[in-house]
């Protein structure tokens, strides 16, 4: 029912509560900061912030992440495989054989990207 | 948790033998990647051996065919594979169509800096991924395949990677193909929904499954029927919209030239010959099985799509200059033809096998011109122009009339086998009363005359122009090409005049 | 207060929502990175639709797995469609410098 979920709800308007009344009670009860750009900059250790925020990723990141996200989708397979796994098993019904197939499939690929490089970082 | 006799039966039905062509073209295309990456000095021998292996597949499928007796659909793993004589038909046909990408790829590749076996690779993945398309019983079989093979034109579409136009249609096609897809992917969810709903009469057990889907559109409760039901009529035109979208016929083509004339040409053959027959093969699943029902609410829809993609087709061409764009602006103006013989097998039963020759005929025409355009194709692909083909009939005869011949088969020009197919797809339209329409598509095929005539006066007729510019070097046309374009025209022109040869091919007598 | 418990249609509401944001955000959007997203969002919209009719279709008897096996091959479909788009977008990045889809246009005639 819903109104198991009534604490949630209090808990968000509390938070929210909260959130805007500390920011609206500063900024109507403090003092007015002194502004300038120095003090707007970013503070990194002291030092003269270098570069702008939005650094560009190199792109072997989107790489490695493209790859990632291929092997890593595998394990949306193998879940439902270890469910029904020892049911299959105890009923002499093929079920490893299938699967390892499936994984040989993913493991020529890795193969194939190791062996053309893909995965070297400073090449 | 289903009982062991439950799980045994479901076991059982698991007949990978049944599927033994696909999974054997998945392995080759898996052994040509381990073999190029581990032995990447013998390319020739294994782009030979992709050749042969899937010569030997489609030897194997024919013998198989011809050999099987005929009978009743074969089932396999639960309802999810139908094999039919038309998909074993289509099953050869993709077969035979990977065969011409290959070749036409080793020729595209020939003078360029891109990875051949990969090409290859992924080539084959997406064959068989038809194959699995065209036999597919259920939603989940059919959705799986056909975005395999979709992400695998994706990568096709954008495999020159250092062209902006070929990357450029590359992304198109994502962005549009990724859009249908999802459109496709939502109504499938709707029937999913609607026909597993308990309190509707004759509820699916297995609503993704197209015969069950079929029976509970086609039942009538107290209610009323089923296929007025909104989520019905919804999600059967969102499934529609998303395979109109793979057939281009307008007002989905959207992303046709662009994607034709940005991609290599191997890709370009693919996609206007394999995409087409595989999308129109699963119009006839969807509207022969589940949507069977829906006729009254279809048919007029079709019916709108087809005139208006019959006049798009014909009259975008016209003042085109780029032949890559020609042939996906015409292949809209096919697109239109099969659809109006889709229309009419909904009334005079050996339409679809007159869709079927038509599609037959157009591969084999569109091939022959497909292959000439790899062998006279500038190093940038996508600038293939009219003015290219300039004297080609004098420069080099063999290739001159390929052209002529695959280039008048598909404008229908009499003695051509392109001229039968249409006169059977018309005879079929005439048969079952689509009399406006009819005169839509004569009235198109009259224009069409027009663009494709153009192409051929520049071969045939214009002086070959010394400018200079477009590379004079000799042509190199290797024996194998010559073997396959004499053959192709061959068929074209005897299969024009004996037809019935051909015609018997696909069941129609 | 009184509140309805959450049911079939409220998940449905979502999925249209999704499916919506989807559609509109391909069509209107320019960034192709944004584009790929909502591509993304219209596959989540039938995630949603599929797995809430498998839970309020299932009666004794009959339990509907179909949809949420169907769920696992949209995810992987999805990931493998977003590979490669990411793979093309970042292929146009090294050559043209931009993602906006109304400078893509080189393939105009």
């Not at chain 2, 059982?12 to 052994?31: F, H, K, Q, R």
């Not at chain 2, 395999?148 to 450029?168: C, D, H, K, M, P």
């Not at chain 3, 096996?69 to 146009?92: D, M, Q, S, T, Y």
């Amino acid at each position: 029912m819903l109104t198991d979920y009534l604490p949630v709800l209090i808990q968000i308007g509390l938070a929210v509560f909260f959130a805007v009344a500390i920011l609206g009670f500063s900024h109507l009860m403090g003092q007015r900061a002194r502004t300038n750009s120095l003090k707007d900059s970013a503070y990194e250790c002291g030092m003269l912030p270098e570069g702008r925020a939005g650094a560009r990723f190199s792109v072997k990141f989107y790489l490695v992440a493209m790859l990632f996200i291929i092997f890593d989708i595998e394990v949306v397979f193998l879940i439902p495989w270890v469910l029904v796994y020892r049911d299959f098993l105890s009923q002499n019904l093929p079920i490893l054989f299938p699967v390892l197939f499936f994984i040989l499939v993913l493991v020529v690929g890795l193969i194939y990207e190791l062996k053309k490089g893909v995965l070297e970082w400073d090449k | 948790m289903p009982s062991t006799e439950e799980l045994q039966a479901l076991v059982a039905a698991n007949t990978w033998s049944a599927l033994l062509p696909e999974i054997l073209l998945g392995v080759l295309a898996l052994a040509l990647l381990a073999v190029d990456a581990f032995a990447p000095r013998r390319q020739p021998q294994t782009l030979l051996a992709a050749m042969v292996g899937q010569a030997a597949i489609l030897a194997w499928l024919l013998f198989a065919v011809f050999t099987a007796e005929a009978g009743e659909a074969r089932v396999y793993f639960a309802g999810s594979v139908v094999q039919t004589a038309l998909s074993d038909w289509m099953r050869i046909f993709f077969v035979t169509c990977s065969l011409f990408t290959t070749h036409l790829a080793l020729v595209y590749l020939r003078n360029r800096e891109y990875p051949r076996v990969e090409y290859i690779h992924v080539s084959l993945v997406v064959t068989a991924s038809f194959m699995l398309l065209v036999q597919s019983g259920n939603f989940l079989l059919f959705f799986v395949a056909l975005e395999t093979l979709t992400i695998g034109f994706y990568v096709l579409v954008a495999f020159a990677r250092t062209s902006r136009f070929s990357l450029e249609a590359g992304l198109k096609y994502l962005v549009m193909g990724g859009f249908s897809s999802g459109i496709l992917l939502f109504g499938i969810a709707l029937l999913y929904g609607v026909a597993g709903n308990p309190l509707l009469p004759a509820t699916a057990v297995d609503p993704l499954n197209f015969i069950e889907l079929g029976a509970f559109i086609g039942a009538v409760g107290i209610d009323g029927a089923n296929a007025a039901h909104p989520l019905v009529i919804a999600g059967s035109l969102l499934v529609l919209t998303g395979v109109l979208f793979k057939v281009g016929a307008v007002p989905f083509q959207i992303w046709v030239p662009d994607v034709y004339q940005g991609a290599p040409t191997p890709t370009t053959a693919a996609l206007a010959v394999a995409s087409k027959a595989g999308g129109f093969f699963v119009l006839f699943i969807l509207l022969s099985g589940p949507f069977l029902a829906l006729e009254s609410l279809l048919f007029p829809v079709l019916a709108g799509v087809t005139a208006v993609t019959l006049v798009f087709g014909n009259i975008a061409p016209l003042g085109q200059q780029n032949v890559k764009r020609i042939m996906g602006l015409s292949g809209v103006a096919h697109a239109g033809v099969l659809l109006l013989g889709m229309l009419a097998a909904y009334q005079v039963p050996w339409a679809f096998h007159a869709v079927l020759f038509y599609l037959l005929v157009y591969a084999i025409a569109s091939f022959a011109v497909f292959e000439v355009m790899a062998h006279l194709a500038p190093d940038e692909d996508a600038d293939q122009d009219i003015s290219h083909y300039r004297g080609l009939l004098k420069r080099h005869p063999l290739l001159g009339s390929a052209l002529v011949i695959g280039l008048g088969s598909l404008a229908g020009i009499p003695p051509l086998a392109g001229f039968i197919a249409k006169v059977l797809i018309f005879v079929a339209a005439f048969q079952a009363g689509l009399y406006t329409l009819l005169a839509v598509a004569i009235l198109g095929v009259v224009i069409s005359i027009y663009y494709y005539f153009g192409w051929m006066r520049a071969a045939v007729l214009r002086e070959l122009v010394d400018d200079g510019e477009s590379g004079r070097e000799p042509l190199r046309v290797t024996i194998p090409t010559k073997v396959i374009l004499v053959a192709l025209a061959l068929i074209t022109v005897v299969g024009g005049i004996f037809q019935a040869g051909l015609t018997k091919l696909v069941g129609l007598s | 207060m009184t509140l309805t418990p959450v049911g079939l249609e409220h998940y449905l509401f979502v999925a249209c929502l999704l499916f919506s944001i989807g559609v509109f955000g391909v069509l209107l959007r320019s960034n192709t990175l944004i584009i790929l997203m909502c591509l993304e969002l219209m596959l989540s919209a039938s995630i949603v639709a599929l797995i809430a009719f498998s839970r309020f279709n299932a009666i004794e008897g009959s339990l509907m797995m179909g949809g949420n096996l169907f769920v696992l091959f949209i995810i992987a479909i999805a990931a493998a469609e977003v590979a490669i788009g990411l793979a093309i977008i970042v292929a146009l990045w090294r050559r043209q410098q931009t993602l906006d889809a109304t400078e893509i246009t080189s393939l105009k005639h």
